[in-house]
């Protein structure tokens, strides 16, 4: 299942909801200091269901609505029989609601995991993969409007990361092997980069078993300043491209916030107990981006072994190094992902 958390605006149209936004959901329009979070789930018609205030019969203190989305939750767990593995999920720039939701399922399908979607109120409707010159213009201004956002959304991150740390340790002894990982991607790293900075952050990333990085759109050169703080259970992983075309693009940019991108440079400086998988080699991977969402660029490599199956999927899941990375030595952090010909 898909679940979500979002700081977006609501859309209504008269009385009825008509969906999220690309603006904060202010409670108090007067008082911009922190924006209202909504939970809920997308439902078998692949349309948002909000858990309100209102819809609460007991006190909001005992029964907010992030508790009453964790309880259904764990009501869908065991109606399916099962307890899949939940991948938390950060999105980049330029997606509005369905783009993320539309994300979301990708992940879904391909690792085979529930999704606990954070959905921060980017734009959308910008430059693709391959954007045309007016696509580029928009881009640099579109750009910039997201980074803002991803930036004042870091609070809220942080208030759900707390929220799920606090219910997930409730039911501790009845996940038994259960697997919670988070996947930050592009300028979603941004948002967690911004959550964990400030003295407020106190390691509410330590319950997650992997933390994986997929393209991170941050600056690859003080990574290590804010990254040692996530120190999940299991093992952080930063996945790049060095020919990843949207972050080339990206360091371009100038000024400070803009240096060279995590996402597509072999790192300068490497953290201890992290990771660091290179893909530019792999087949077919060409100025790829979004590569853990697409199983295409790499079903015909000529091995007939995928990333996204022997690797991403994995670490998706929360498994261990030695049990995902080819040729894995205690002693090394950096690899080089090939497909060979």
Same mark, same amino acid.
């Given at each position: ?139 640099? *201004? ?26 997930? +340790? ?9 697997? $919670?990982?988070? $996947? +930050? ?5 941004? *948002? $967690? ?107 015909? +490599? ?10 991403? +999927? ?28």
């Amino acid at each position: 299942m898909i679940f979500f958390a979002t700081n977006r605006n609501l859309l209504m149209e008269g009385d009825a909801f008509s969906g999220f936004g690309d603006e904060f959901n202010y409670s108090d329009p007067t008082c911009e200091a922190r924006s209202q979070i909504r939970v809920g789930w997308i439902n078998s018609e692949n349309e948002p269901v909000i858990l309100d205030e209102s819809d609460s019969s007991y006190s909001l203190e005992r029964n907010p609505p992030s508790r009453r989305l964790f309880n259904h939750y764990r009501a869908s767990q065991r109606q399916e029989g099962g307890t899949r593995n939940v991948l938390f999920y950060i999105h980049g720039y330029n997606s509005d609601f369905q783009k993320t939701v539309e994300a979301a399922q990708q992940l879904e399908e391909l690792y085979n995991v529930d999704v606990l979607l954070f959905s921060w109120p980017s734009r959308g409707d910008g430059p693709d993969e391959n954007p045309d010159f007016l696509e580029k213009a928009y881009g640099v *201004v579109g750009y910039k409007r997201d980074k803002r956002r991803a930036k004042d959304s870091a609070d809220e991150l942080l208030r759900v990361f707390k929220k799920m740390a606090t219910y997930f +340790a409730e039911v501790r002894d009845e996940r038994c092997n259960q697997k $919670l990982s988070l $996947l +930050a991607f592009s300028m979603g790293n941004y *948002v $967690l980069k911004k959550a964990v900075g400030p003295s407020s952050f106190e390691g509410e990333t330590s319950f997650f078993d992997n933390i994986i990085l997929s393209a991170p759109d941050v600056n690859m050169y003080d990574h290590v300043n804010w990254m040692h703080k996530l120190k999940p259970r299991g093992h952080t992983f930063v996945l790049f491209n060095e020919r990843d075309m949207p972050l080339n693009v990206s360091q371009k940019k100038g000024g400070i916030e803009q240096e060279a991108r995590l996402g597509c440079n072999i790192p300068f400086e490497t953290l201890r107990g992290t990771f660091y998988l290179d893909l530019t080699k792999c087949f077919d991977i060409g100025r790829l981006h979004g590569y853990v969402f697409k199983r295409d660029w790499c079903e015909s +490599a000529p091995s007939g072994n995928s990333p996204i199956d022997d690797i991403f +999927a994995p670490i998706l899941n929360g498994a261990r190094p030695s049990d995902s990375i080819p040729g894995f030595r205690s002693d090394r952090c950096l690899y080089t992902i090939r497909e060979e010909v």
